[in-house]
């Protein structure tokens, strides 16, 4: 079987494992965590950095990372790449991780069957065999991704010839954006994409310790990257606050009987 049609059958089978059917993936970063119970942040990083995915071998824990940005769309294709190396279990191999490996290769294809299925293309697009810019820019909007991955998906899905495919695939988010009226939908999933944003059931964790008094804010205003104040004035509004301490004080008619030493007694022990 060849890479791409791994990648396919693997994406396919995540999307029918967890009933998602072929329709849009909303907040990949939810779909990851719910679908799979993996922890997945983004962080703060430097620019040339996207994604990547740890594990913990001793503790078989896998997490994954992927960097703030404002490329909303490559964020979500990062997070389904990072998805695929999950997915595959890339950690155990020793191959090289060049953007031309197999390896590299089955992941990109993999986010880009599991972001648009092709099988979609034709609910997306009714205006027949041939498909036009604004439907591209429908593809790009509705389902999250490049106009590079949806001019590939249309072409393989007979909408489009190689020479549109070619020609589509270098615009940009923005400028479909902008042509067709959604720049201020992009601007805001700009805004998303651009903060850091913690694992949810560590935070999930951590705020049931705070309510249990085992954790303190600040722990939790630090993983949030947030001012300590502001997170305790949103639970606050929310309802949540730390439970009453309340001292347990002792009966004195309730502790043990204590025999009485007789210090004379000692001293004459020593002697």
């Known amino acids: 079987m060849s890479i791409e049609a791994r990648a396919r059958s693997a994406a396919t089978a995540f999307r029918a494992d967890h009933h998602l059917g072929t329709q849009p993936l909303g907040d990949v970063i939810t779909v990851i965590e719910q679908t799979t119970g993996l922890d997945v942040a983004v962080l703060d990083v430097g620019p040339d950095e996207h994604g990547l995915t740890m594990r913990d071998p001793d503790r078989h824990v896998v997490m994954i990372a992927v960097a703030k940005t404002r490329a909303p769309m490559r964020q979500r294709s990062t997070l389904a790449h990072e998805l695929a190396h999950v997915v595959f279990e890339d950690w155990t191999t020793t191959e090289s991780e ?24 034709a609910d997306t697009i009714d205006n027949g065999s041939t498909a036009r810019l604004a439907d591209l820019s429908r593809v790009v909007q509705l389902f999250g991704v490049s106009p590079a ?6 072409g393989d899905a007979g909408v489009i010839d190689t020479d549109t495919v070619d020609r589509w695939k270098v615009l940009t988010t923005p400028q479909v ?45 630090t993983v949030l990257g947030q001012p300590v104040a502001a997170v305790i004035a949103d639970l606050e509004q929310q309802g949540i606050a730390p439970k009453p301490l309340t001292v347990e004080w002792g009966d004195a008619d309730d502790l043990p009987a204590v025999d009485p030493i007789d210090w004379d007694r000692d001293e004459d022990s020593k002697q």
């Open 98 to 121: 060049s953007p031309s490996s197999s390896m590299e290769q089955r992941a990109r294809a993999f986010a880009r069957h599991l972001l648009l299925p092709i099988e979609s293309i």
């Open 149 to 154: 991955i949806a001019a590939i998906v249309m």
């Open 177 to 221: 954006a902008a042509r067709f009226g959604w720049l201020d939908h992009y601007e805001t999933l700009q805004a998303q994409s651009d903060r850091p944003r913690a694992p949810q059931k560590l935070v999930s964790r951590l705020i049931a310790g705070y309510i249990d008094n085992v954790v303190s804010a600040q722990t939790i205003a």
